[in-house]
T-cell receptor, first 114, second 112 residues
Framework: DGGITQSPKYLFRKEGQNVTLSCEQN?????MYWYRQDPGQGLRLIYY???????QKGDIAEGYSVSREKKESFPLTVTSAQKNPTAFYLC?????????????FGPGTRLTVL | AQSVTQLDSHVSVSEGTPVLLRCNYS??????LFWYVQHPNKGLQLLLK??????LVKGINGFEAEFKKSETSFHLTKPSAHMSDAAEYFC??????????FGAGTRLTVKP
């Protein structure tokens, strides 16, 4: 069963702690993306990666970091430098860098800072 | 530069009546446009997409949208709403694979 998985579904963090959100896809997609969603707002791009060992900043990269060591995995670390990390985080992937294909989304991780 | 505006933050309809969710876009180049649906605490699911082929696009679950270049619009419609259509809907514009611009979303409520 192909798809994108994100874990955990819910995550709680104390202020000052780093936390890593997992995103895995078995769709053999080249490109992967991380978005942040806040209530009443659309999705905002944090980071994206078009190929293994390469990634670029999106609109709101400050306080976040990523890695892309494997094609199927694109973890996101929310660092203590992110001032307002409580949000719903969505990972997505896309099949082909050259074509305007749609993105496929995971189920999301809800991060709450206590 | 590109952007998208969803004209209604909340739409409420009765079951069995038509649905209209409005979206206007701005793009310097010929855009691709998408509609996604999101149920509570879930990821986004693609409803339909326009990529410069037919201007009337049919999607899943009976939804369709019409690309109108002269009006820079891509409104989403469905002839008859079901209770299961209650969700958040996002209009998205892009002319670059890695620069997808999301609207703020429209919450659809379906009354029995």
């Amino acid at each position: 069963d192909g798809g994108i998985t994100q874990s955990p579904k819910y995550l709680f963090r104390k202020e000052g702690q780093n936390v890593t959100l997992s995103c895995e896809q078995n769709l053999n997609h080249d490109a992967m993306y991380w978005y942040r969603q806040d209530p009443g707002q659309g999705l905002r791009l944090i980071y994206y990666s078009q190929i293994v060992n390469d990634f670029q900043k999106g609109d709101i990269a400050e306080g976040y970091s990523v890695s892309r060591e494997k094609k199927e995995s694109f973890p996101l670390t929310v660092t203590s430098a992110q001032k307002n990390p409580t949000a719903f985080y969505l990972c997505a992937s896309r099949a082909d860098r050259a074509l305007l294909n749609e993105q496929f989304f995971g189920p999301g991780t809800r991060l709450t800072v206590l | 530069a590109q952007s998208v505006t969803q004209l209604d933050s909340h739409v409420s309809v009765s079951e069995g009546t038509p649905v209209l969710l409005r979206c206007n876009y701005s793009s310097s180049y010929s855009p691709s446009l998408f509609w996604y649906v999101q149920h509570p605490n879930k990821g986004l699911q693609l409803l339909l997409k326009y990529t410069s082929a037919a201007t009337l696009v049919k999607g899943i679950n009976g939804f369709e949208a019409e690309f109108k270049k002269s009006e820079t619009s891509f409104h989403l419609t469905k002839p008859s709403a079901h209770m299961s259509d209650a969700a958040e809907y996002f209009c998205v514009v892009t002319n670059n694979n890695n620069d997808m611009r999301f609207g703020a979303g429209t919450r659809l409520t379906v009354k029995p």
